[in-house]
């Protein structure tokens, strides 16, 4: 018999990506010359939801795209992808879309224009029958209406899922409502120093441990920085330790690396893996990622990520 795949749901913007790679990213008035521009499908709802897919699981992914041709498009490939149409919602506006320059090192600023992810309400999901009756795990981002994150862990917290939020971007402080149906936080490092009210970001263990000690003092009980090729710090019952990458990573554009990890975290959580094991495969994921340009180009496999996985190295520390 098959096994069954865990169902992950995961509610978030899509978004098209205007890719320009610079020599060096601008500084606050600072004007560069870049190369070619590109154009990529993103949004970290998109890129997390294709994420969970190719880790593995089975995935709802719930969006609003526009009416206009991006949109058309754009909904014919997610579900090309093996997503499932169920959750793809249309209204009368623009597709969402993304501004972002890359610089020589991978690195990159991003902004963007919400447009029909600003009417992903509550409202509008209601319209659709069974829209949020998934079960195992429910994963979100900051992309969308509040509310409408609210409803679908409202809803997975009746359920018996486990509610991952993606705090990204940061956006002032959380509701305390949303943070006592999330399960587990997963925010970057300058986002959880933003909700941790640090001055800057955490650069030691000892700044970690603080940051994440900070966040579960807000009544979380699992937490997990993402520290781009420092690996994911976690915090989960009074145990903390780094997960290290691979040593020797080719990065190309780390664009999306955060939503493979988010991806892969949610499908390991669905197979109700150990935190710390969900964890390594979502780093193992993360930096599987950087080597191809685009948010979606990189997505691994389920197959290479646990291939890439042996690699990944725990450290322990030291908790007090």
């Known amino acids: 018999m098959e096994n069954k795949k865990p169902a992950v749901l995961v509610l978030g913007s899509s978004n098209i990506d205007i890719v320009v790679r610079v020599d060096k990213l601008p500084r606050a008035g600072e004007t560069v010359l870049g190369g070619e521009r590109r154009e990529y499908r993103g949004g970290k709802g998109a890129n997390q939801a ?20 991006g949109g058309d498009a754009y909904g014919l490939y997610l579900v090309e992808s093996g997503l499932s149409p169920d959750g793809i919602l249309r209204c009368k506006a623009s597709t969402g879309t993304a501004l972002i320059l890359v610089d020589g ?11 029909a992810n600003a009417f992903l309400t509550p409202g509008r999901m209601r319209r659709r029958a069974g829209l949020l009756d998934f079960v195992d795990v429910v994963l979100a981002q900051l992309e969308v209406p509040f509310p409408s994150v609210m409803a679908a ?71 997990v920085i993402t520290a781009g090729a420092k690996g994911a710090f976690l915090l989960d019952e009074e145990r903390a330790a780094w997960m290290r990458p691979p040593a ?19 499908v390991k959580l669905a197979e109700c893996a150990p935190f710390q094991e969900a964890v390594r495969f979502a780093v193992s994921a993360g930096s599987c990622s950087v080597g ?12 290479r990520i646990l291939k890439n996985q042996r690699q990944v190295r725990r450290k322990q520390i030291r908790v007090g």
């Not at 294709?50 to 795209?65: C, D, I, N, Q």
């Not at 090192?105 to 447009?115: L, S, Y």
């Not at 971007?169 to 399960?183: F, I, K, S």
């Not at 009210?197 to 955490?202: A, Q, S």
């Open 153 to 223: 862990f409202e809803k997975g917290r009746r359920r018996g899922a486990c509610n991952v939020l993606n705090p990204a971007p940061a956006a002032g402080e959380l509701p305390d409502e949303l943070l006592r149906l999330t399960d587990v936080l997963a925010p970057n490092e300058t986002e959880a120093a933003h909700l941790a009210g640090l001055v800057k970001t955490p650069e030691t263990d000892e700044e970690f441990l603080r940051a994440a000690h900070a966040l579960r003092d807000m009544g979380l009980s699992r937490v």
């Open 105 to 115: 090192k991978g690195e990159n600023q991003i902004a963007v224009a919400r447009g």
């Open 248 to 266: 020797g990573i080719q990065v190309v554009d780390t664009t999306g690396a955060g939503d493979a990890f988010c991806g892969a975290l949610a």
């Open 292 to 303: 191809k340009r685009g948010a979606q180009g990189g997505l691994p496999s389920r197959r």
């Open 50 to 69: 294709l994420a969970s897919a190719r880790a593995g699981a089975e995935v709802r992914f719930v969006t609003m795209l526009g009416d206009d041709p």
